[in-house]
């Protein structure tokens, strides 16, 4: 089993910006972020492999960006023009499986202990 530790979360205005950072105890082929916002089950924001392949939510794209460095065991993801539905309770994901967004969440190897993210109106 691997570790990931997350950081980064907050609150912020709608528009502005922030960047959740996952790093992992170990090495896994895809890491990802997923989201659950109150009410509502948990949902694939995007992902990486250890090759670079990207995927996003429809939601986010053109606005959250992931990347992969230290060895490939550290993520980033940076949040702009956030809105109010990316409220959520965000977890850092690493499986050696289907990389995607559309991932079933049941399939996951290892979960974060997620970060709260609140975007005001």
């Known amino acids: 089993q691997v570790r990931l530790e997350e950081s980064g979360g907050g609150s912020v205005q709608a528009g502005g910006s922030l960047t959740l950072t996952c790093t992992a105890s170990?090495?896994?082929?895809?890491m990802g972020w997923f989201r659950q916002a109150p009410g509502k089950e948990r949902e694939g924001v995007a992902t990486?492999?250890?090759?670079?392949?990207?995927t996003y939510s429809d939601s986010v794209k053109g606005r959250f960006t992931i990347y992969r460095r230290n060895a490939k065991k550290t993520i980033d993801l940076q949040m702009s023009s956030l809105k109010p539905e990316d409220t959520g309770m965000y977890y850092c994901?690493?499986?050696?499986?289907?990389?995607?967004?559309?991932?079933?969440?049941?399939?996951?190897?290892?979960w974060g202990q997620g970060t709260q993210v609140a975007v005001s109106s």
């Open positions: 994901a690493a499986d050696e499986g289907f990389c995607s967004v559309h991932k079933s969440l049941s399939s996951v190897d290892d």
């Open positions: 170990g090495s896994r082929y895809c």
């Open positions: 990486i492999d250890s090759d670079g392949t990207m």
